[in-house]
Structures are given as C-alpha cells and as structure tokens.
C-alpha cells in the first residue's frame, strides 16, 4: 500500500504541475491567471489616475490617448493568457489520462480493509459525515470562485455532498474572504461595525491600513493622507494587544503620512491581507460559535502527534520482548500542545470498541485496566462470576471494580 501511495502522489504531482512537469499544469494555469488579474489591476489604476488628473476634460486627446493604448495592452495580455491556458489545458487532459491510467485504476483496486479494519457503525456514520463536511467547509469556502452565498452552499451540496446546515453557516463568511481577496473591504468592515464591541480592534486596524495601502498604490499619497485623518478607528489609541506590531504599524502609517515611497507595495498589501483573512476568521468562527480548526484536522493532527510515542513504545516493547498484555507494562504519556488538549475527555472500550456513555460507563478492574460496563456484564455473567482480565492474567470479581471518572487537569 506504501507503494500505492507513493506513485499516487508522484502522478497528482505531475498532474498539478510539480518540478517534474516542467513547471506545467494546474499550477502554472493559475499563475498564468493570477498574473493576468495583476495586470489588469494595474491597468485599471493608471486609467483611473489619467482620468482624475483630467477629470474637467473627459475628451481630452492625450486622454483618449492613453485609453486606446490601455486597451490595447488589455487585448494582448487576454490574447497572451488565452493562448497559455489552452496550450496548458492540453497538456492537463493529457496528463489527467495518464494520471486515471497509473493511480486512480490501481487505487480501485487496493485492500482498503487492510488499512483499516474498524467498520464504522452506522449510527456514528452521520457524525463522520458530518465532521467531513464542516472541515470542507471550513477550509475551502474562502477560496471557492465563487460570490453570493447561495452559491457557495449549492456548490459544496453538488460538489462534495456537505449537508447544507454545516456550509449556510460558513457562507457569509466565504463571501467576505472572497470580497477582501479582491481589495473590496467594504463588506468585512460593515460586519466588524454591526458586531461593535464584541470584535476585536486589531480587525478593525488591520482593515484601516489595508485600505490605506490600496489608496497609497492606487490613488496615490494626497487622497491616502486625507483618508488616514478622517477615518482613525475610535479603539486606535487605546488598543495595544501587540506592542511590536503598533510600532511597525506606525512607521508604516508614518511613512504614508510623509508621502515616502513603501518599496515592495504588493507584498506589503499581500502579507498585511494575509493577517486580515485570518484574523476575521478567528473573529467570525468566535461570533458564531464555531471551532476555528474542524474537529477532523483535530483529530488527524493529534493522531500524527501521538503516533511517534506509540512507535517508540513498540520499539521498546520489541526489544524487550514483552507482550503488552503482560502484568508489568510499559507507562508512557502523549504530549500535545495546549490547541489539542481543550476538550473533554472520552474513552472507548478496548473489548467492545465503543465509546464510554453516561449509560454505559468506563470501570476500572483490580489490575486498573479499564473496561465498559457492558463489556464488565458480559465477562461477569452479569456479576455472578469471577473473571480473568481481557488484558491480564489477574482474576477479579465485580465487587472489586470501581467505577472511572475522567477529568481534565
């Protein structure tokens, strides 16, 4: 199955446009089109400024100038893009073939059984389904090109199968990802003013100086200065969360102020957007009382955590040579980062393979191997008879047990 996996992962390479592809594909098509979306920005900008240096003489000839050769350049950069993106869609359907052919055929075939074994039990798998859903969801509705909110909700339902309740929720919030993206701040702003107090001010101030910097590149420093004067957030002299990222906010602003050239402008923008995207987020799952990373990438990243203590454990254990259901057990403590360890804790029976409930509650052997009260009825014929642990050979009695309750230290 490593195999497998190996080779699935060279061909998505290939088919995505890694190293190997000659810097081809998928990859290259978005790049194609994210450069011709700057270009056209640019554009966009230098027509503007042409018209307000001329705006009393909107027939001007030198204006009109300017536009023939604007346009002009926008037809050559379409022509340019079109050209590329059909020659790399050639490329994609050849390598897509090539990618069914090698992976996707021999995946099909794979003894999937061999990997897991655990069969999920139909009345949890609404639970899955629903896990898988949200992380969809929350992950992906930022980047859907995609608008309105219906949209984005129809999309996930017809692409992926996510039941509508998890994704309406995300919507709004993929909406003004997708606005602020676009340099339209508008959106995030209204939504950060409705919710007032109970929002951060670093959103707000990350929003304020996203602004000025797409009017300091825009439309130049005159238009950013009076804009800096007259909408100061009101929270701006009393926020100070972060000491270090206001003095590099304020030599920022300083320098707008003054009319200094900011070298490097875009990346400026790119990386202060990059800050405002997640903050929102942050703010946004806190509004509405959604987790900010979906419990399945939770759940997969503790396991990754964890993994590498077990495998240690089995090491150990391997050269010892001792069974792990001997008496005299090896003790060892999982270490997680504090974002993992914020949940309340839950148990599943290693003889049932089921999660402990209020109603069928974790109990605790003499050997202190801890069992389910279902399983404890069944190795005990209901309390009748002593038994033998499942894990041990220590025998014990249903008087002997204790009943388990977990806490969080």
């Known amino acids: 199955m490593a195999k497998l996996l190996g080779k699935l992962e060279a061909e998505f390479e290939k088919l995505t446009g890694g190293h190997e592809a000659g810097g081809s594909g998928l990859r290259q098509t978005l790049s194609d089109t994210q450069d011709l979306k700057q270009q056209l920005r640019k554009l966009k900008a230098h027509l503007n400024k042409n018209i307000q240096e001329r705006e009393g003489s909107p027939q001007d000839n030198k204006l009109m100038k300017k536009r023939a ?11 340019v893009w ?34 897991y074994q655990h069969k999920i039990a139909p009345a949890n798998r609404a639970f899955v389904d629903r896990a898988i859903g949200f992380h969809i969801s929350r992950y992906n509705v930022g980047d859907l090109p995609l608008d309105e909110g ?6 996930l339902e017809t692409a992926y199968r996510v039941d509508r309740a998890a994704s309406e929720r995300l919507a709004p919030m993929g909406r003004m990802i997708h606005d602020l993206r676009r340099h339209e701040f508008d959106s995030c702003a ?7 107090d109970s929002v951060t001010p670093r959103l707000q101030f990350e929003l304020f100086i996203l602004k000025a910097l797409q009017m300091v590149k825009v439309s130049g ?56 995207i997640r903050i929102f987020t942050h703010e946004f799952c806190a509004q509405n009382s959604l987790p900010f990373d979906s419990p399945l990438f939770l759940t997969v990243l503790s396991g990754i955590i964890s993994l590498q203590y077990f495998i240690k454990y089995n090491q150990i254990r391997a050269a010892s040579h001792v069974g792990w259901t001997t008496r005299d057990e090896l003790p060892f403590d999982v ?23 209020s109603e069928n509650p974790p109990y605790s052997l003499s050997c202190h191997h801890i069992i389910s009260k279902k399983a404890l009825d069944r190795l005990s014929k209901n309390g009748n008879l002593s038994f033998k642990c499942p894990y041990c050979p220590v025998h014990t009695t249903m008087i002997k047990t204790k009943r388990v309750n977990f806490v969080i230290l």
């Open 69 to 79: 050769v604007i346009q002009d350049k926008v037809n050559k950069c379409y022509k």
């Open 82 to 115: 079109d050209h590329a993106v059909k020659r790399q869609g050639k490329a994609v359907g050849l390598r897509y073939a090539c990618f069914r052919k090698d992976a996707l055929a021999q995946l099909k075939g794979a003894p999937l059984e061999e990997i």
């Open 150 to 155: 219906a949209n984005i909700v129809q999309y």
């Open 190 to 196: 209204a939504w950060a003013s409705d919710h007032g």
């Open 221 to 276: 420093t005159t238009h950013t200065v009076k804009y800096l004067i007259d909408n100061v957030p009101q929270n701006l002299i009393t926020y100070s969360e972060d000491s270090t990222y206001k003095d590099v906010s304020a030599a920022l602003l300083a320098k707008m102020v003054l009319g200094h050239e900011l070298p490097d402008i875009d990346a400026i923008i790119q990386e202060r957007l990059q800050s405002c």
């Open 335 to 357: 270490e997680l980062p504090d974002f993992l360890s914020h949940f309340h804790p839950i148990f599943i029976c290693p003889v049932l393979k089921e999660e402990t409930t």
